[in-house]
């Protein structure tokens, strides 16, 4: 079974329109429904594609392959590893989480610096009590 956009299709038929110069693949959908798509988007296994190869011999013979772990993601509902979009959310989630880390010691820098000029503070100023200002003045 080929795969087209994470489905698990069926091989109908191989057509070119004779107003374009797209290949496109006729395809039946496990619940019987047919459709007309880009042979572009159509991954297919290995015995596929030599079928394909051996009915019309120059035209699929740059047809993409499905790996099994494709195979066997697209069957249990999950994206499938050559999924371009499973690649884009990994590195996105890889680089919120470099800009989490990154955020985090930019933070915690910040955070002492702080606590080193509030300890400054606190401890180089002299303190000077009301009562010796009052006596002071008095004097």
């Not at 000077?128 to 200002?133: E, H, I, R």
């Amino acid at each position: 079974m080929a795969i087209y956009k994470n489905r698990e299709v069926g091989i109908v038929a191989t057509h070119v329109p004779s107003n374009t110069n797209v290949d496109l693949i006729a395809v039946s959908y496990s619940n019987g429904m047919r459709d007309n798509v880009p042979l572009g988007q159509v991954k297919f296994t290995d015995e596929e594609k030599k079928t394909l190869i051996k009915e019309n011999p120059s035209r699929f013979e740059t047809v993409e392959l499905a790996t099994k772990e494709d195979l066997e993601a697209v069957r249990i509902g999950v994206t499938p590893p050559s999924d371009p979009s499973l690649k884009e959310a990994a590195e996105l989630k890889v680089q919120r989480q470099e800009q989490q880390k990154k955020l985090d010691e930019m933070n915690k820098r910040a955070e002492e610096n702080a606590r080193k000029d509030f300890d400054k503070k606190v401890t180089a100023a002299p303190v000077v009590s009301p009562q010796s200002k009052f006596q002071q003045k008095a004097l």
